[in-house]
């Protein structure tokens, strides 16, 4: 199956030529799924991976977790992260685990170090090895653990397509972006839970209605998808961690930015005023190239204060430094980015 | 300045879905400039980035080095290396300095920790920090710093675009790529030397020309090409390191292969028998997908046998593993890509 070549959104230059050239996809749309700007091929399905956890995140409410454990703002900021394994992730996903009777040797998602420089460093200096509370998808799991709880299911083999925590979730996400997700293009993401392609028609729509508290989503699924919004624009830090754009952007926007990345150069989000959504798929998979069209798409869908726009633009356009740290180009959006706007 | 969209030459996928596409360009070209094959723009100007390194080591011939210091296979093999900085590279080139009469002090390349992992663990667990020693360059490095001396300059600043030795080492890369490099499509490398924009085409044929003793070249760069083109292909393990297409693939062709990975995506090289070259860049800046695209093109213009067909296709089809070790699914040539011989 060929794809369409979509466009060139980000490039990088070295000295004074183009090195590297990003082709990508975005859609922005509202609640109601018209599409408001779009460049590249938007029906084409892609793999969301853990962009769209605070989808994911739902079944948390459908099963009644969240009520029966109590779970507050911060558990759920922690089932939408993809963190960076520094302490207060570490902590919080420990604490999640306690309200839930359960532990680490219950999490299937697998150990990996930290992606925290500091956090890294710091285990190696103590000789620790990382558990499956380091991998970036810890408190999703523990989610899904919950949902396993609160279902009165057995939670071994939570991850797998066929289980019920599965079956839920995927119910979940397609009532949501509105399309049904196909066997036909499913994969196994890094934390082995499946992740089903769609377009990002679909799921720029579903955020547009997890920000709207007018959408046409049941209502548990509208009150849900504000307290979601809510706990993830309002505690950044535990949704994703140091230095990461998420982060940077959700805390400059004080709770009017929700925003996730997903690996293999996929960001979705949604603004609280506008009500507008958005997804967006590097065809590479590059995610410093999704960095940049995040910040630029950010740029152009919300009313930007001087501050907040310098703090975009720093994502947008960023020198690249070599070993001895001379500057020697930038990843910048490209000139054909702001024609589709 | 856009470029028209090269062919999807590589896929990811994950479960039975495509997730990330590599367009990208190649060229195989004899030592007359004749294509034999060819994808996408090979008009198109690229930085080819340490895959031409042993036409800048033509510098080390040109200004006498070899003959004064007596340099042998091995300090050629590690001037033309990006390495991992393991023991054997790391004396290797201490070796090539005292070689020399220069020291670690006298490289600009800069440090950084050695690529490959058990390298790097040990430095790690005894507390080493990295020198300039274990810039992956440091081979290259070493042999401009000779290329200096050889020449009567002062090696100070040999780094920059005006000093007598990158003067002499873009002469030597015009002469054999039969291209004149513009200051309009120059960069600074990782390592702070200049990189040069120039089409692919010129590249190939650059290739082509190092392996074939009946070149047009000067009959000077006809004897250092043939010296250089087996200095590597006879030390594979120098050139690169352990567990990379490069040693791997050069070993099993028996001296017959020469090729050489450039950063963001590139790779050059030739065949010993047939003299053809070859010169490709991923759009992206993909190093992986030049890996798969590197060993379709070996398999398709060298004879090769089962067990050298194995070993590329454990490159041209990979596997991808998530966290928990699941197969989660492959990197690999695209069907489109055998439409192009």
């Known amino acids: 199956m060929d794809q369409k070549a979509n466009p060139v959104l980000v490039e990088f230059t070295r000295g004074n030529w183009v090195e590297n050239r990003h082709r990508a996809a975005f859609c922005i749309a509202d609640s109601s799924g018209k599409i408001v700007a779009n460049a590249g091929d938007i029906e084409h399905p892609i793999y969301p991976r853990s962009a769209i956890k605070s989808l994911q995140a739902l079944a948390l409410f459908e099963s009644g977790a969240v009520e029966k ?25 420990t604490r999640f685990l306690d309200k839930i009777g359960m532990t680490v040797d219950d999490l299937e998602c697998g150990a990996h170090v930290p992606s ?8 190696r200096k103590n000789g620790e090895e990382p558990s499956a509370l380091h991998n970036n998808c810890s408190g999703k799991h523990t989610g899904m653990l919950a949902v396993a709880k609160a279902l009165g299911e057995d939670p ?32 196994r993401d890094g934390c082995s839970i ?27 699924y509208k009150k849900a998808g504000q307290q979601l919004f809510d706990a993830c624009a309002q505690n950044a830090m535990l949704v994703a961690g140091t230095d ?22 996929v960001f979705c989000g949604a603004l ?38 310098t703090l975009l633009a720093k994502w947008s356009h960023k020198p690249t430094k070599n070993w001895r740290g001379f500057e020697v180009g930038t990843a910048h959006l490209s000139g054909e980015f702001a024609s589709f706007f």
């Open 272 to 309: 609280r005023d506008s009500h507008l959504g958005f997804a967006l798929k590097v065809d590479d998979g590059s995610v410093p190239a999704a960095e940049a069209i995040v910040a630029g798409l950010v740029e152009k869908l919300a009313e930007v204060s001087e501050e907040q726009k």
């Open 194 to 220: 499946p992740t089903w392609a769609s377009p990002l028609r679909g799921f720029a729509t579903g955020f547009a209605k997890l920000s709207d508290p007018h959408s046409d989503l049941p209502e548990l």
């Open 69 to 93: 454990f109590g779970l507050d703002d911060r558990d759920l900021a922690l089932a939408c992260a993809s963190h960076k394994g520094e302490s207060v992730h570490v902590e919080g996903v």
């Open 116 to 123: 925290d420089k500091v956090a890294r460093n710091n285990m």
């Open 244 to 265: 990461r754009i998420d982060t940077d952007a959700m805390t400059a926007f004080k709770g009017k930015l929700m925003m996730k990345v997903g690996a293999d150069g």
């Open 156 to 187: 071994k083999g939570y991850i797998e397509q066929g289980h019920p925590v599965q079956k839920l979730v995927r119910t979940c996400v397609e009532k949501t972006v509105g399309a049904s997700m196909s066997a036909d293009r499913c994969g």
